[in-house]
């Protein structure tokens, strides 16, 4: 497993503002995913971040509300842009190490709050 | 659309007791099932299981999977306050690791 940070741990927005999380391991990974978790519900993945180059997003989320960056093997960065209180959530990042098959692991969240 | 439908939704017991979680799924190109535990905010890794009828086993917690009934379930003995989470199964599926995630099942450990 890995050392798995991100920060802010949480935040209260206003509306119609953005922001950005940033998640940073301490080793290299193979892959790196945002995930998000509205309160009572279950983790739903946003996007696959892919090191130099464009992140794979699932459906129902888009590039232009969540902006990913991954310029390398240890940091991605998620924005949450022109948030309303729907964006209310725990937002996690996750890494895997494997080639073929992929456990997993979670960095501590972020809570976002949007008034 | 690949769905996992975990059960029960909520489990209170009393420390001591012995649980078992249940989990089923329907996805397309099935890789592995992973099982996690939730308290606040960030999801620990707890087992990933890929083979059929192999338990796998840490402390008081074990897990297995079935295959052929598409399920799998987490077994915990002599549970303890501690063991109060959210439990989450979730299945990677098809390509590029898609995690999928059930609801999970909330467990309470009363004294």
């Known amino acids: 497993s890995a050392v798995i940070s991100q920060k802010p741990s949480r935040d209260i927005c206003q509306r119609g503002t953005s922001l950005t999380i940033q998640c940073q391991v301490d080793?290299?990974?193979?892959?790196m995913f945002w995930y998000r978790q509205q309160p009572g519900q279950s983790l739903t993945l946003i996007a696959t971040?892919?090191?130099?180059?464009?992140?794979?997003?699932e459906s129902g989320f888009v590039i232009d509300k969540f902006p990913i960056s991954r310029p390398n093997l240890t940091f991605s960065t998620l924005t949450v842009s022109n948030m309303s209180p729907e964006d209310s959530s725990i937002y996690l990042c996750?890494?895997?190490?494997?080639?073929?098959?992929?456990?997993?692991?979670f960095g501590p969240g972020t809570r976002l709050t949007v008034t | 659309e690949d769905k996992v439908v975990q059960s029960p939704l909520s489990l209170v017991v009393h420390e001591g007791d012995t649980v078992t979680l249940n989990c089923s799924y329907e996805?397309?190109?099935?890789?592995?099932l992973l099982w996690y535990k939730q308290e606040k905010k960030a999801p620990t890794f707890l087992f990933m299981l890929?083979?059929?009828?192999i338990e796998k086993k840490s402390g008081r917690l074990s897990s297995i999977l079935d295959k052929k009934e598409l399920s799998s379930i987490l077994n915990i003995t002599a549970t303890q306050t501690g063991d109060s989470a959210i439990y989450l199964c979730a299945v990677e599926a098809g390509t590029a690791s898609k995690l999928t995630f059930g609801t999970g099942t909330r467990l309470q450990v009363t004294l």
């Open positions: 080793s290299q990974v193979t892959m």
């Open positions: 996805v397309t190109n099935f890789r592995s």
């Open positions: 971040a892919n090191q130099g180059s464009e992140a794979t997003y």
């Open positions: 996750s890494v895997a190490f494997g080639l073929f098959s992929y456990e997993q692991y």
């Open positions: 890929t083979s059929s009828g």
